[in-house]
C-alpha cells in the first residue's frame, strides 16, 4: 500500500507565495509520474502540474509561470512552489503518484488546504 503525506497548505494573501510538500511511501514503480491536482468548491478537481521521474514537467496554463515543480532528493518526493497566488487559486490540493506503465498503481494523498485572500 503507498501512502502519500502532504503539508504545506495555508492561508496567504495575494500576491504571496507558498511550497507544498508530498512524501509517497511504500512499493511503487520506479517509473512514475507524481503531480498535484487541486479542487475548489463546486468544481471538479483539475491538474496543476505534474512531473515524471525523469524531470520532464507538464502545467496548467492558468499557473504556468508562477508554479514550479521540481521532485525531492529523497524518492518519490515532490514539491509545488507557489508564487504570485491569486484569488482563484483557492482549492484543496492532492498530491498524487502513479506508476508507469498504466495499471501499476494510482494513488492520492488526504489533501491540504490553500486559502488565497484578496
Known amino acids: 500500500q503507498v501512502q502519500l503525506v502532504e503539508s504545506g497548505g495555508g492561508l496567504v494573501q495575494a500576491g504571496g507565495s507558498l511550497r507544498l510538500s508530498c512524501a509517497a511511501s511504500?512499493?511503487?514503480?520506479?517509473?512514475?509520474?507524481m503531480g498535484w491536482y487541486r479542487q475548489a468548491p463546486g468544481k471538479q478537481r483539475e491538474l496543476v502540474a505534474i512531473?515524471?521521474?525523469?524531470?520532464?514537467?507538464s502545467y496548467a496554463d492558468s499557473v504556468k509561470g508562477r508554479f514550479t515543480i521540481v521532485r525531492g532528493g529523497a524518492k518519490n518526493t515532490v514539491y509545488l512552489q507557489m508564487n504570485s497566488l491569486k484569488p482563484e487559486d483557492t482549492a484543496v490540493y492532492y498530491c498524487?503518484?502513479?506508476?508507469?506503465?498504466?495499471?501499476?498503481?494510482?494513488?492520492w494523498g488526504q489533501g491540504t488546504q490553500v486559502t488565497v485572500s484578496s
Open positions: 498524487n503518484i502513479r506508476g508507469v506503465p498504466i495499471g501499476t498503481g494510482n494513488y
Open positions: 511504500g512499493s511503487i514503480s520506479s517509473i512514475n509520474i
Open positions: 512531473i515524471t521521474s525523469g524531470g520532464s514537467t
